[in-house]
């Protein structure tokens, strides 16, 4: 059986008057060097991954900061942000509320975004950190290339339309469409597309969502996936972007 000894342990084994002879010639080199006092990561235990990437900004794309009125009376326990950014691009214009502990540093002859915050030893500051550089990247990409979202309707009968009209909900803005599911439910299902997204057919059992704003279109195919979740039985049900499920074996009594 092998035993695993520290180099502290060795050198007491050394030391002790019990020891009889010279010192083996296996155990020399453990005796000769000092102990390691470097630590075996030398990276900084609280910086983000994600956050301190840089950020690649094109050139069609341009962003504005914008300082935003602070209110008179501040609630210790709520941050109100000091700063926002305007993000426009050939697609359209987005905005983002910075956190007053957030820093954020444009470099315009680099095109290069970085983020910093103040304390980042503070668990929801570096938390927010990777979070607020994730929004940014996504609202770069928004309005320089945009956000799809592509739904697939796999079951017998199942399929979308786009209609303009809706006979069980009221439109919410003037020219608003709806999107008619017909998923093996009794009663109409119609939902109503939100202002800025996109929303096309390009076969009865396919849904194309477009937008500049990802959570707007991520949360609205969200809600279209909800009246059909994927079922692991028969893998039937709605499937946003190339999404899998793992097929159960049926339950045989």
């Avoid at 006979?167 to 299902?189: A, M």
């Amino acid at each position: 059986m092998s035993c695993y000894l520290s180099q502290s342990c060795f050198r007491q084994l050394a030391r002790s008057p019990l020891r009889q002879g010279p010192l083996p010639n296996f155990l020399v080199p453990a005796f000769s060097h000092p102990l390691r006092t470097q630590p075996f990561s030398t990276t900084s235990p609280v910086q983000s991954r994600v956050g301190g990437a840089a950020i690649s900004v094109p050139p069609e794309v341009s962003l504005k900061f914008i300082d935003l009125p602070q209110p008179k009376t501040k609630a210790k326990s709520v941050d109100f942000p000091k700063m926002a950014v305007e993000v426009k691009g050939p697609l359209g214009e987005l905005s983002l509320n910075v956190p007053s502990y957030v820093k954020i540093n444009y470099d315009e002859a680099l095109r290069k975004a970085t983020l910093a915050v103040e304390d980042s030893e503070i668990t929801h500051q570096r938390a927010m950190w990777g979070t607020m550089r994730a929004h940014l990247q996504n609202h770069i990409l928004g309005v320089s290339e945009g956000h799809i979202c592509i739904l697939s309707f796999v079951g017998v009968g199942y399929r979308a339309s786009i209609e303009p009209t809706a006979t069980t909900v009221e439109p919410e803005y003037p020219g608003q469409q709806f999107v008619s599911l017909k998923v093996g439910y009794s009663h109409p299902i119609e939902l109503g597309i939100p202002k800025g997204v996109k929303a096309s057919t390009p076969q009865p059992t396919r849904i194309l969502l477009e937008s500049v704003n990802k959570q707007v279109v991520t949360k609205f195919a969200a809600e279209i996936r909800e009246w059909r979740k994927p079922e692991p039985y028969k893998g039937k049900g709605i499937f946003v972007n190339g999404e899998t499920i793992k097929l159960k074996d049926k339950k045989i009594r």
